[in-house]
């Protein structure tokens, strides 16, 4: 019994941890961080924006950005090519934004791959989640 309820609270434990880990930008952020060897603090909100509104031509001679899906306005819902609608990016909106450290690498590759033609930089991902985490409802 004694051991029962010691495995109940280790799991409660490591559940809270987990929890703390995955449910903070800012778990994140340190992590681009340290792999750029600069501090969270040098993340730029204003380098975010601009990367976010960046034009970038395609092979088509239209412009994408990451405005065509997420929208000028990253407090409004977006749309995929297909139709679907996604969450606003604004954490102010939608709380569960860049929580979810597999959810939010996976996107950046995917999307920087898509709109820049390469992956995107620690440093870029930090600046884009510093913006929208601080983007005012
Ligand atoms: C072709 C459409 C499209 C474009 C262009 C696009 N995205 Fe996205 N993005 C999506 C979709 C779809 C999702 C996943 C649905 C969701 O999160 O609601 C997503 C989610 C994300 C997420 C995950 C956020 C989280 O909650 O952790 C990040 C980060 C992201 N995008 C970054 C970018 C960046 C940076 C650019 C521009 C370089 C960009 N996206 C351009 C469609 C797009």
């Known amino acids: 019994m004694g051991s029962l309820k010691g495995t109940v609270l280790v799991g409660l ?6 929890g703390w880990a995955a449910g ?16 969270v603090s040098a993340f730029s ?6 990367l ?7 092979a088509q001679g239209g412009a994408i950005g990451c405005f065509s899906c997420h929208t000028k306005d990253p407090r409004q ?11 606003p990016m604004a954490s102010a909106v939608t709380p569960t934004r860049f929580t979810d450290p597999a959810k939010t690498e996976k996107w950046f590759s995917r999307n ?14 930090g600046d884009f989640v510093t913006w929208l985490t601080r983007v005012k409802p």
């Open 13 to 18: 434990i490591v559940w809270a941890l987990m």
């Open 24 to 39: 903070e930008p800012e778990g994140q952020l340190q992590g681009w961080a340290r792999a750029m060897g600069m501090s």
């Open 45 to 50: 909100a204003a380098r975010g924006e601009a």
């Open 52 to 58: 976010y509104r960046q034009e970038n031509g395609n």
């Open 77 to 87: 819902p977006g749309r995929t090519r297909a139709g679907k609608t996604i969450e």
């Open 112 to 125: 920087c791959q898509d709109v820049l033609g390469r992956a995107c930089t620690p440093e870029e991902k």
